[in-house]
C-alpha cells in the first residue's frame, strides 16, 4: 500500500519532536545515571491493591476512572470543582481528531496490533499538541488530559467510526462508544468504567518500566506512553481472555455442569482465569456485582451462577482463586464486547498509571539506566572477502 506522502510527513515530524524531548538534558535532572530498580512509589501495592492508599474496590465502588486519573497523577483525589473541570476537558479537549492523524490510524495495515495503533497515533499527535515544547511539570497533566481525550477517538477511527459527539456523556461511555461502534446502556457505560479503573495501574511491568526509563532522561508524557506502548504486548491478556471466553461458552452447553466441572478441574495451569500462586484478588471480588448485573441484563444468569461454582469448586479442590482477567472476560462477554476489546481498555486506562510513573521520574529529577558487563573482548576486522 502506498502511503500518502503527507502522512509519512507528519509521522516524521512528530518522531523528531519526540526524540528531541528525549535527547534534551537542559530542562531535567543532569545528575549521575541512577540504577534500576526504581525508588518507591505512591501508586500500587501489590500485596493489597491501592492507588495513592486508597484500596482500588473502594475506588471502583466509590468512584469514577476520571476521579481515578486525577487520583494516581496527582497523588490526591479531586474536588468538586477540579473534577467538573476535568471530566469536561476529557469529553471535550479533542472535538475531533485533526484529519491528517485519522488518515495514518485508517492507512495502518490490518495486521498492525491496537497498541501499534495507538502508539502511531500517539506520536502523531505530539506534532500537533500546543505544549509539546513545554516541559513544566503542569504542561505534562495538560498532555495526558489530551491523550486521554484523543485515545477513545483513536480507536474509534481504527474501527472505521466517526467522530461521536457524545460531549453530554462520561468518558467511560465515550470509550463504550468508540469499542461497541454505538451507544451503550448504563450498565455497559458502569461496566466500562468499572474495567478501566482496575486497569489504571499494574505496578512496575516492563511498560511502567519504560515509561520511567523516558520521563526520566527528558521526555514528556507523549514520548513516555509511546514507549510504554512499544513495551507491552496485550495479545497476550487478549489470549488468555479468549480462552476464558470459550471455557464460558463449554459450561453454557452442558446439561450437568457440576459434574463437568469436577472432571476438568485437575490443575489451576489448566484452568483460565485462575491462579493457585496467591490468594483472593481484591480487584477481581470488585467486579462481581457488575458481573452480577450485566449478566442478568444480557440473559446469562445461568453463565454467571456456573462461575460462581466454578469459583467455589477451584477453591475447594485445587485451592485455585480468580485472577483479575476472570470477571474481565465475563463482563466483555456480558456486555458484547468481546475478548478483544481488552487491549484497548487496558491500553487507554493504562495512560493514567503510565503518566503517574512518568510525573514521579519528572519530580525527582534523576536520570535512570540500566547497566551490564562491557566485555574487555577485542577482535581484528576481516575484511568481507576473507570471511568464507
Known amino acids: 500500500m502506498e502511503r500518502n506522502p503527507e502522512t509519512t510527513r507528519l ?52 468512584s469514577s476512572f476520571p476521579e481515578v486519573a486525577w487520583l494516581l497523577v496527582h497523588g490526591e483525589l479531586p474536588n468538586v470543582e477540579f473534577l467538573a473541570d476535568f471530566q469536561t476537558l476529557l469529553v471535550q479537549e479533542v472535538a475531533e481528531l485533526p484529519e491528517s492523524v485519522r488518515r495514518v490510524v485508517a492507512e495502518l495495515p490490518m495486521h498492525a496490533c491496537d497498541a501499534e495503533v495507538l502508539r502511531v497515533g500517539f506520536t502523531v499527535l505530539a506534532a500537533f499538541d500546543p505544549q509539546i515544547d513545554d516541559v513544566e511539570l ?8 489530551r491523550l486521554l481525550a484523543a485515545a477513545p477517538d483513536l480507536v474509534a477511527a481504527r474501527n472505521g467510526l466517526e467522530h461521536w459527539d457524545g460531549d453530554h456523556h462520561s468518558y467511560a461511555a465515550r470509550v463504550a462508544h468508540a ?23 499494574q505496578s512496575r511491568d516492563p511498560s511502567t518500566l519504560a515509561a520511567r526509563v523516558v520521563a526520566s532522561n527528558g521526555g514528556d508524557v507523549f514520548a513516555s506512553a509511546a514507549a510504554a506502548l ?29 459434574e463437568w466441572l469436577e472432571r476438568h478441574l485437575t490443575s489451576a495451569d489448566q484452568l483460565p482465569g485462575f491462579s493457585a500462586d496467591s490468594g483472593p484478588d481484591a480487584r477481581a471480588a470488585a ?17 454467571e451462577r456456573g462461575a460462581k ?9 485445587i485451592d485455585a482463586h480468580p485472577t483479575l482477567l476472570w470477571p474481565l472476560a465475563r463482563l466483555l462477554r456480558y456486555t458484547g464486547l468481546g475478548p478483544n476489546a481488552l487491549g484497548p481498555l487496558l491500553m487507554i486506562a493504562r495512560i493514567a498509571g503510565w503518566s503517574a510513573h512518568a510525573q514521579e521520574e519528572i519530580r525527582t529529577g534523576r536520570r535512570l539506566a540500566a547497566i551490564g558487563n562491557e566485555s574487555d573482548e577485542r577482535r581484528a576486522y576481516v575484511p568481507l572477502d576473507d570471511r568464507g
Open 11 to 62: 509521522m516524521l515530524l512528530g518522531l523528531q519532536r519526540l526524540a528531541s524531548n528525549v535527547l534534551s538534558d537542559a530542562t531535567r535532572g543532569t545528575g549521575a545515571l541512577e540504577l534500576l530498580p526504581l525508588g518507591e512509589t505512591f501508586v500500587s501495592s501489590e500485596a493489597d491493591p491501592a492507588y495513592a492508599g486508597i484500596p482500588v474496590g473502594e475506588l471502583v465502588a466509590e
Open 138 to 145: 503542569h504542561s505534562d497533566f495538560g498532555k495526558t488530559t
Open 179 to 201: 469499542l461497541a461502534g454505538a451507544e451503550v446502556s448504563h450498565d455497559v457505560e458502569a461496566a466500562v468504567d468499572a474495567m478501566l479503573i482496575v486497569l489504571a495501574e
Open 230 to 258: 512499544a513495551a507491552i504486548d496485550v495479545r497476550i491478556a487478549e489470549r488468555h481472555c479468549t480462552r476464558i471466553d470459550s471455557l464460558l461458552d463449554e459450561m453454557e452447553q452442558v446439561a450437568d455442569l457440576e
Open 287 to 303: 467486579l462481581d456485582p457488575l458481573c452480577t448485573t450485566l449478566a442478568g441484563d444480557a440473559e446469562r444468569e445461568q453463565t
Open 309 to 317: 461454582l466454578l469459583e467455589r469448586l477451584a477453591a475447594e479442590s
